[in-house]
């Protein structure tokens, strides 16, 4: 399965995006702000993103740049109404793998979008969506958790949290790294108070004291290894 995420404020044009692109093998998540994207690129890695340049909360450029500085395998389609030679340089030459101009034809930017797919190589990373045992049920892309079959709420720096710790299960996770991933808002500073009191109400939610532990003086791990002790 292939994820593209659409970031697009138009809302009648990010739903005909979305019924566009989605297939048996494509998989569309919808956001309209670059707040919103950010937020679901902590939990998942898309094969293509498609931004639109002008949004309510900045430059779609500014995305643009972010993302393939971090992955410059995802492939990233601008959609703008900014058609002039200096605009569509200026998208190229930040790294942009295609730019398409407002009005477009829904049926070119799926030709477009799927010459981009057939480009994406195949990662041997760790990548999921969904994480399941016989007492938890985490699906990232729905944002649905479960724990014995009932489902509970989880902020989405709780979410955040627990991607990165199920992600690297049996994995010592450092504090100042699960800082940097979940606090990606561009503070100067975050009290590292405000992990501690994350874990514990991650911990409370999910009824997971025994799986997710503190290994001191270092940070935290998910594992279920009964020689460890949460604490």
């Known amino acids: 399965m292939q994820y593209i995420l659409v ?3 138009d809302y009648g044009l990010n739903k005909g995006l979305c019924t566009a692109l989605k297939s048996d ?31 309510p909360d900045g430059n779609g450029l500014e995305l643009l740049i972010e993302i393939k500085n971090s992955n410059s395998d995802i492939k990233v389609i601008m959609i703008t109404a900014n058609d002039t030679d200096s605009d569509i ?26 010459t981009q797919l057939k480009s994406v190589r195949k990662k041997t990373d760790k990548n999921f969506d969904v994480y399941s045992n016989n007492e938890y049920e985490f699906d990232f892309l729905r944002m649905i958790f479960k724990v014995n079959g009932n489902q509970v709420e989880l902020s989405k720096t709780e979410q955040k949290l627990l991607y990165i710790l199920v992600e690297n299960e049996n994995v010592v996770i450092k504090r100042n790294d699960l800082i940097d991933k979940i606090w990606t808002d561009g503070s100067e ?40 002790e949460a604490k």
């Open 25 to 55: 093998v494509q998989s569309v998540i919808s956001c309209n702000c670059l707040k919103d994207a950010r937020e679901q690129m902590m939990l998942f890695t898309p094969s293509l993103v498609l931004i639109d340049e002008n949004l």
């Open 189 to 228: 500073y975050v009290d590292e108070n405000a992990l501690s009191v994350a874990v514990k109400r991650l911990r409370l939610k999910l009824s997971a004291q025994e799986y997710i532990k503190t290994i001191y003086g270092i940070g935290y791990k998910w594992s279920f290894d009964s020689e460890d």
């Open 7 to 9: 970031v697009e404020d």
């Open 89 to 114: 340089v200026e998208g190229l030459e930040s790294g942009a793998d295609d730019y398409i101009t407002k009005p477009f034809s829904l049926a070119v930017l799926r030709a477009r979008v799927k």
